[in-house]
């Protein structure tokens, strides 16, 4: 657990090779975090993020794209589309964890040795709360244990409702 840092405050000033942004499937900014991602980082990111949709029409839930930062304390973003919440019927929590894995396949794939997450689907998607944290913390030892490369994930909450959360899991 050592590699795992709790963090609650803005993710958007927290210095990483990699923030995480929790995007929408087109890619074009939105609320909560992933519009203070775009604010933050500037005009640049939105510029990158636009000539993916063009070239491949967005993001599919589940999946992640990496563009550089703009004016970020961080190299990259990587663009992470989670799933909405609606009952746990249609395969909400597999989604969630192909979200994380496929965040982590990008960040082997570029090298990254420091990386923020905030809380994928639980703002505005209206994932469970707990339930989602478990599952990103399952991924996130899994990876680690994968990659010991890796040498820092911080989890960004926001709120101090995630926080305490993740606090009581990472505690036990």
């Known amino acids: 657990m050592h590699k795992i840092k709790l963090i609650q405050g803005d993710i958007t000033t927290i210095a990483v090779e990699a923030m995480v942004n929790a995007a929408n499937s087109s890619l074009l900014g939105g609320g909560g975090v992933d519009g ?6 500037g ?4 510029d990158e993020c636009r000539k993916i949709k063009n070239r491949q029409g967005g993001c599919k839930t589940g999946d992640a794209v990496i ?3 703009g004016h970020l304390p961080a190299d990259y973003v990587i663009h992470a589309v989670g799933p909405f919440w609606s009952g746990g019927n249609n395969h909400e ?3 969630l964890r192909k979200t ?3 965040c982590f396949d990008l960040i082997s794939q570029y090298g990254i040795k420091s990386v923020s997450f905030p809380n994928i689907s639980t703002g505005i998607y209206k994932f469970p709360k707990e339930l989602a944290a478990q599952i990103a913390l399952d991924v996130i030892k899994k990876s680690l244990a994968e990659h010991p490369e890796i040498q820092q994930v911080n989890i960004c909450c926001f ?4 926080y ?3 606090l009581s899991m990472v505690s036990r």
């Open 36 to 41: 203070a991602i775009h604010r933050a980082g």
């Open 100 to 102: 994380y894995q496929s």
């Open 159 to 162: 709120e101090p409702e995630s």
């Open 43 to 46: 005009p640049e990111i939105l």
């Open 67 to 69: 563009t550089q930062a």
């Open 164 to 166: 305490q959360i993740y």
């Open 93 to 95: 929590c597999e989604l």
